[in-house]
């Protein structure tokens, strides 16, 4: 049994390290593809649109919305939400899921960071910038962090519903830097791409859902006067009884 175990976490590691090598040569096609114009069309069109977006009659308040959509998704707001979050898992007893969500932002950051500086990619200047920028554009921290966390939420609660509105907060997050201009589309395209990536690595050390609310339990019945080496049979406490009425 334990031969199996060793053997289904090693086969675990290998699927997750393959997943994350596999984003991360997508990231790096993209990269190349960028650079070299594959990507112009798709990119300057986008923008174009988005542009376009921010000049009519509701240009202004879909701005407004995207503005704090951005602000949510960016690294203050995370960290925002993540001690929001975390703080809450501490005090019901999932200790080992708040460890894990924590552990896997903190290496995510800096995986991003990390592939930004490889890349050095300057910001789009197509359209003016409606945020203020200071960090290189590829790829998209906005992107790649809230895949992250947004997702790992998901995975947590492991609902259909949460799934979904991770799946919507990333998307609104993502669009935003473009509509902001201060990301091509292909920089928020692989930000997804390196989050995801990161997700399904990091995911072989999720912890079992209900397994940390079930250890405590088991904890408070093992200590329990009626648990463990102290438990007595009902027909011994039945016969018990008696004996004290004769």
């Not at 919507?168 to 390196?194: F, N, T």
Request: contains cysteine.
């Amino acid at each position: 049994m334990g031969v199996r175990s060793i053997s289904d976490r090693r086969l675990s590691l290998a699927k997750g390290a393959g997943a994350l090598a596999l984003a991360l040569f997508c990231v790096l096609l993209i990269a190349f593809a960028q650079r070299f114009g594959w990507l112009d069309g798709l990119n300057v069109g986008l923008m174009t649109l988005a542009g376009d977006g921010r000049d009519t009659a509701l240009g202004g308040k879909v701005t407004m919305v995207m503005r704090l959509a951005s602000a949510i998704g960016g690294t203050l707001g995370r960290i925002t939400l993540l001690t929001v979050v975390l703080m809450p898992l501490i005090w019901a007893g999932y200790r080992r899921s708040a460890m894990w969500l924590a552990a896997m932002m903190a290496g995510g950051t800096l995986l991003n960071l990390a592939l930004k500086q490889v890349f050095a990619a300057p910001r789009p200047d197509l359209l003016p910038h409606l945020d203020i920028v200071h960090t290189y554009s590829f790829p998209s921290g906005h992107s790649a962090g809230n895949m992250m966390f947004f997702g790992a939420l998901a995975m947590l609660a492991g609902r259909c519903r949460a799934y979904w509105s991770a799946g919507v907060a990333i998307l609104l997050i993502g669009v935003s830097r473009v509509w902001l201009g201060v990301h091509w589309p292909s920089d928020v395209l692989a930000g997804w791409i390196e989050g995801l990536g990161w997700l399904a690595f990091c995911a072989i050390w999720l912890p079992a859902r209900g397994g940390e609310q079930q250890r405590p339990h088991d904890a408070a019945v093992r200590g329990h006067s009626i648990a463990g080496d102290k438990a007595m049979d009902p027909e011994t406490v039945e016969g018990a009884g008696g004996g004290d009425q004769r």
